[in-house]
């Protein structure tokens, strides 16, 4: 059983910066993509970005393109989550997710990963 475990959220002002943290269970981290995805109150849960294997590509909503950073560490179990220059409309809850290995599709597509954190909460105030 794979367990996703998610920290680092917190209440920041708009501007500041946070990072994120996703650890895995079990040894086989490093065979997965993996991704992260937010949702906000009354909305859908969104594509936030995606991380190969290896970490050596990388994915981005239009959304997080240039202020987010997604990377992992395959020695440590753990998937990041650089967010700068937050703002409001990031608030969420951000959840990280593993990628279903035989799944095909586009990485933005939540339907893709069959294990999810519990979530951890951003809240970005103006």
């Known amino acids: 059983q794979v367990q996703l475990v998610e920290s680092g959220g917190g209440l920041v002002q708009a501007g500041d910066s946070l990072r994120l943290s996703c650890a895995a269970s079990g040894r086989a981290f490093s065979t997965y993509a993996m991704a992260w995805f937010r949702q906000a109150p009354g909305k859908e849960r969104d594509f936030v970005a995606a991380?190969?294997?290896?970490?050596?590509?990388?994915f981005y909503a239009d959304s997080v393109k240039g202020r987010f950073t997604i990377s992992r560490d395959n020695a440590k179990n753990t998937m990041y989550l650089q967010m700068n220059s937050l703002k409001p409309e990031d608030t969420a809850v951000y959840y990280c997710?593993?990628?279903?290995?035989?799944?095909?599709?586009?990485?933005?597509?939540?339907?893709?990963?069959?294990?999810w954190g519990q979530g951890t909460q951003v809240t970005v105030s103006s």
């Open positions: 997710a593993r990628r279903d290995p035989v799944a095909i599709g586009t990485a933005s597509s939540s339907g893709l990963y069959d294990y």
């Open positions: 991380i190969s294997r290896s970490g050596t590509s990388t």
